[in-house]
């Protein structure tokens, strides 16, 4: 079973840049693909970014290409989102979630974070 809990979120210009974290609790980490979605208010839960358990594969949504990028050290049971060049609609909240295999459907992964709070404004 895995643990995560996000940090990083908060309240920027856009055009600003934020990293989010993601630690996850246990020692299985670097058995799980990682992935970030997002939920902006009225809307459903959409997928951002995935990255497979050693960092070799990254996946993003292509309203973020280019201006996200998802990494990870799994020693220190973390993946992390670098977002660049914020526009007011990527203004959600934020999760990490898991799971063993490569980037899925939301219900695919089994466990989730409590989430972040980005908001992108002028």
């Known amino acids: 079973q895995v643990q995560l809990e996000e940090s990083g979120g908060g309240a920027v210009q856009p055009g600003g840049s934020l990293r989010l974290s993601c630690a996850a609790s246990?020692?299985?980490?670097?058995?799980?693909?990682m992935g970030w979605f997002r939920q902006a208010p009225g809307k459903e839960r959409e997928f951002v970014a995935h990255i497979s358990r050693l960092g070799i594969n990254t996946y993003y949504a292509d309203s973020v290409k280019g201006r996200f990028t998802i990494s990870r050290d799994n020693a220190k049971n973390t993946v992390y989102l670098q977002m660049n060049s914020l526009k007011p609609e990527d203004t959600a909240v934020y999760y990490c979630?898991?799971?063993?295999?490569?980037?899925?459907?939301?219900?695919?992964?089994?466990?989730w974070g409590q989430g972040t709070q980005v908001t992108v404004s002028s």
């Open positions: 979630a898991a799971r063993q295999g490569s980037p899925g459907r939301e219900y695919e992964y089994p466990y």
């Open positions: 246990g020692r299985t980490f670097s058995t799980y693909g």
